[in-house]
């Protein structure tokens, strides 16, 4: 079976700091997407960046960056220069190939807390 | 472009009352999911559709939680009875399958509140 562990139950930093949040997965698939999801304290989900299991580059998206690293299980978020607004809760999941598709169940993580001070 | 739409947003019931919450996919998404968040329990999938067919109900609580797709535009998720351990927020999501772009776009969520 699937599963996401994020450590980080809660983070919190003064602004301006760069935090990394955590995420590392187990499943018995080759083929697999990774994702980071966002839920700002009004409570949708605002999906963040989506990773299949082949590509292993590392992604910068302005003050977002991701390590993906298969041998340590590992799909880490780093947010550099946080701000205020980053203040919320991000979840890491996992969704596993189903049969020939690329389309599979998405597991969640328990999520990081990240509070951000001004 | 509209995004996913759920109602209520906030829905207040007694126990023992039928809930119903609603779900509009995004046009043109043939997977309908629906999700529980909870503190103790985290964000769970009830149950998703494939082309308004039920694929997998295996996160489904019990029997009193039901779920319908009449079409392509509309989703239900029914509770009859309510009971208090069912507050929680419930999310739909509906995505794209195949290729390579199938993450999940999700609603604003139903706060429900069982009294």
């Known amino acids: 079976a699937q599963k996401v562990t994020q450590a980080q139950t809660e983070i919190s930093v003064v602004e301006k700091e760069d935090v990394t949040l955590d995420c590392v997965y187990e499943t018995r698939d080759t083929t697999y997407y990774l994702f980071w999801y966002k839920q700002p304290p009004s409570g949708e989900l605002v999906f963040l960046i989506r990773r299949n299991s082949f590509d292993e580059q590392n992604e910068i998206s302005g003050r977002y960056s991701w390590n993906f690293q298969k041998s340590t299980s590992s799909f880490n978020f780093t947010i550099t220069a946080s701000q205020v607004v980053d203040s919320a809760v991000y979840f890491c999941?996992?969704?596993?190939?189903?049969?020939?598709?690329?389309?599979?169940?998405?597991?969640f993580g328990q999520g990081t807390i990240l509070t951000v001070h001004p | 472009d509209a995004g996913v739409i759920q109602s209520p947003r906030h829905e207040v019931t007694e126990m023992g009352q039928e809930v119903t919450l609603r779900c509009k996919p995004i046009s043109g998404h043939d997977y309908l999911f629906w999700y529980r968040q909870t503190m103790m329990r985290g964000l769970e999938l009830l149950i998703y559709?494939?082309?308004?067919?039920?694929?997998?109900d295996s996160g489904m609580p019990e029997d009193r939680f039901s779920a319908k797709m009449p079409n392509a535009s509309f989703s239900t998720l029914k509770i009859q009875p309510s009971e208090p351990r069912d507050s929680a927020v419930y999310f739909c999501?509906?995505?794209?399958?195949?290729?390579?772009?199938?993450?999940?776009?999700f609603g604003p969520g139903t706060r429900l509140t069982v009294l």
């Open positions: 999941a996992l969704s596993e190939s189903s049969g020939g598709t690329s389309y599979g169940k998405l597991t």
């Open positions: 559709f494939n082309n308004n067919v039920p694929i997998d």
């Open positions: 999501a509906s995505s794209l399958a195949g290729g390579s772009f199938n993450e999940q776009f």
